[in-house]
């Protein structure tokens, strides 16, 4: 197992490099799995690049879109068609343009209570796993995608939050504040439960928190990241600053 603060560091040029990096790992590690791909996408500016990328035909027709399964590792609780809506950018940049069946595409719930939401999110999840407990040696992810905020959150993982405490449920809610719109995230726990976490991070505005992460600056809720598997950072070289290779 490894954590942010551990895991391995890629750097490459810039921010399209971060997401073409992103798309050979996925497509490697889907291509090679059998059976079901199991996904939990991230929301923000490199993944929107990521998705593009894996949209295009020259990745497209090597993707085993039908057996993927895509979750969301943290949305806004705003409509499906909103602006700020992770699955809207999702959708836009590649659900619509690639065949994979719409029972694989798992998107959280932004109707009625948050935390019931977050508790139907967490079935969906509970019915994929085949378990309502997670088991060492027995991943739920195969691939959790990240990003890093300035303020140190990952997910919706915000910090002074009391998600940060939760230690036995897979979702739940989150409200910043300092950040529009109640959240629902994935927990540290269900994020742990993969095979892969893979941080993708650009831009020199990122440089000062990636230090302080992987300096293991315990008050950033990315600093408490862990995988049962491996943790592997993809930075570009503005956001790596002086963190290197490794
Ligand atoms: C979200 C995200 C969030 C994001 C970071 C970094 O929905 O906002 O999932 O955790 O990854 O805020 O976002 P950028 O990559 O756009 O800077």
């Known amino acids: 197992s490894q954590d942010a603060c551990n895991g391995r560091v890629e750097i490459l040029a810039d921010a399209e490099a971060v997401a073409v990096a992103a798309a050979d790992f996925l497509t490697a ?16 500016s490199t993944p929107k690049r990521l998705y593009e990328i894996l949209a295009s035909s020259a990745y497209a027709s090597r993707f085993p879109w039908d057996r993927v399964q895509l979750f969301f590792g943290d949305e806004r609780f705003v409509p499906p068609g909103d602006e700020s809506s992770n699955y809207h950018m999702t959708n ?9 069946p719409s029972a694989n595409v798992h998107r959280m719930p932004t109707d009625g209570d948050p935390a019931d939401a977050a508790a ?20 739920l992810f195969d691939v959790v995608l990240l990003g890093l905020g ?12 009391d998600i940060l405490q939760e230690t036995q449920a897979w979702v739940g809610t989150c409200v910043p504040d300092d950040a529009p719109h109640t959240r629902l995230s994935l927990t540290y726990p269900a994020i742990a439960s993969s095979r ?3 941080f993708l991070v650009a831009g020199a505005g ?27 950072w ?7 600053g002086t963190v290197s290779n490794g």
Request: glycine share 10%; proline share 5%.
């Open 29 to 44: 590690q889907a291509v090679a799995k059998q059976g079901p791909f199991v996904i939990a996408l991230s929301g923000g």
């Open 120 to 139: 139907r999110y967490q079935r969906e999840l509970h019915t994929q796993y085949g378990a309502v407990t997670l088991e060492s040696g027995r991943p």
């Open 234 to 240: 993809m930075l570009d070289k503005a956001a790596a």
């Open 206 to 232: 990122k440089a000062d928190v990636v230090k302080a992460v992987r300096g293991g600056d315990t008050d950033l809720p990315s600093t408490h990241i862990t995988t049962d598997g491996e943790l592997i």
């Open 92 to 100: 836009l940049a590649l659900l619509s343009k690639v065949p994979v």
């Open 196 to 198: 892969f976490v893979v």
């Open 150 to 161: 300035e303020n140190g959150h990952t997910a919706s993982l915000f910090p002074r939050t």
